[in-house]
């Protein structure tokens, strides 16, 4: 599969480049950039999955809102919106560059799946006690108010090279699975959820 996503972008490459240097055109310098694009994002995303094959060497308390908000800043949005609900004081524990990962691939994939206007929305879960002190805290959501996905869909969305998306890598949420599971916290779809997509983060060790 590798192989196959890398050689297609690589052979445009290639072919684009010959002609450019027989016609002298430049008009195909934009097609060359995009297969560039296309294999950097490829080769990122495989990197990132490899590394969630680490064991966690030791967690840290990291304040759960300026990663989120760092994660946002590093992914290309393009006009859409994002809402933080998540208090400045709130902790959690866990390894900074996978946490970072996380968040990037589940903003990256809903800015990829959904027409504007979007909003992006990361907060807190809480038990049915529900005052967010420390007690109640039992993890975190990453929503958005777009299309959804379709029920059919969602036992597949995890998956190594599972995308609807065909300038998607497939990797994004697979990355999110492997996090998650490093970490030994549990991830869901909530399915009550009316319109959009909200990714469930529970099992988190938050403090504040």
Known sequence: MVSHDLRNPLNVIIGRTEFLMEAGEHDHLKAIERSCARMEEI?????????????????????LASIANESWSSVKTEGATFDILVPDTTMIWAEPPRLRSLFE????????????????????????????????????????????????????????????????????????????????????????????????ITDVELEG
């Open 43 to 63: 080769i990122s995303d495989l990197l990132a999955l490899s590394r969630t094959n680490r064991e966690i060497a030791e967690p840290e308390s990291l304040p």
């Open 105 to 200: 691939n589940l903003f990256r994939n809903a800015c990829e799946h959904n027409e504007r206007p979007l909003t992006v929305r990361v907060g807190l879960i809480e038990t049915s006690a529900g005052n967010a002190t420390t007690e109640s805290l039992v993890g975190f959501y990453v929503e958005d108010d777009g299309g959804g996905i379709p029920a059919e869909e969602r036992d597949r969305i995890f998956d190594h090279g599972y995308t609807t998306n065909t300038e998607g890598t497939g990797f994004g949420l697979s990355i999110v699975s492997r996090v998650v599971d490093s970490h030994d916290w549990t991830i869901s779809i909530c399915e009550e959820t009316k319109q959009g997509t909200r990714f469930e």
